[in-house]
């Protein structure tokens, strides 16, 4: 079946500039989660979505970060007046709530 | 959080079964142990899981002790399209139904011909 679909594949913005990144998650998924990966980091949590409750902002690094899932299904993260230190690789996992994740293959995000 | 241990790296020769150690000795009785693996430019892969019973899929098997300290997953025959960075977690639960997972370094695998 289809697995977790993420656009644009790239993305090269300027410095102050606003990007939205969007996840597909996989069909039935009600939990989703977006990560970022810096180079040579490990997966840093941003923020995390169930069903229609309340998500989860712990991990978004500034208010200048936020996400929003429509219909409990395809999620938006918005970067507003972006900075040359959000240039990472956005990731996206979807999962039957408490089960294994399930990536896509990232949004790699270039802030020049 | 439980944290992981695993070498920096690891090589193994084309064909022959590739055992990938992870130390993981402060692990809570009902936390699962993850692999992932990642490979160049890619996102996160799964590969398998287990609690304290060793566990096979078509991918890989899964070995974990008795004490649950430690766990070793194993690639029986190893190809070159096996070469990635192999992450070994313990998934935690965060709270509100979340499981945030938190990748270490991981140890880069190279399959050589």
């Known amino acids: 079946g289809a697995g977790v679909s993420q656009s644009p594949s790239n993305k090269v913005t300027e410095k102050g500039k606003d990007v939205e990144l969007r996840c597909d998650p996989i069909?039935?998924?009600?939990?989703l989660y977006w990560y970022r990966q810096s180079l040579g980091q490990g997966l840093e949590f941003l923020i995390y979505?169930?069903?229609?409750?309340?998500?989860?902002k712990s991990g978004l690094p500034s208010d200048r970060f936020s996400a929003e899932r429509t219909g409990g299904s395809v999620s938006t993260l918005t970067i507003q007046r972006t900075q040359q230190e959000d240039s990472a690789v956005y990731l996206c996992?979807?999962?039957?709530?408490?089960?294994?994740?399930?990536f896509g293959p990232g949004t790699r995000l270039l802030v020049l | 959080d439980a944290k992981t241990t695993q070498p920096t790296s690891m090589d193994c020769a084309e064909g022959r079964a590739a055992n990938l150690p992870c130390n993981h000795s402060?692990?809570?009785?009902?936390?699962?142990v993850y692999w992932y693996r990642q490979i160049h430019s890619q996102g996160p892969q799964y590969i398998i899981h287990?609690?304290?019973n060793n566990e096979t899929n078509e991918m890989a098997s899964l070995i974990i002790t008795e004490d649950r300290k430690s766990s070793t997953l194993i690639l029986p025959h190893a190809t070159l399209r096996d070469t990635a960075v192999y992450y070994c977690?313990?998934?935690?639960?965060?709270?509100?139904?979340?499981?945030?997972?938190?990748f270490g370094k991981g140890t880069k695998l190279s399959v050589i011909p």
């Open positions: 287990g609690l304290k």
């Open positions: 996992a979807s999962s039957i709530q408490g089960e294994t994740q399930y």
């Open positions: 979505f169930q069903g229609n409750s309340a998500p989860d």
């Open positions: 069909s039935g998924h009600t939990a």
């Open positions: 977690i313990v998934r935690v639960y965060s709270g509100a139904g979340s499981y945030q997972l938190t």
């Open positions: 402060t692990i809570s009785g009902n936390e699962y």
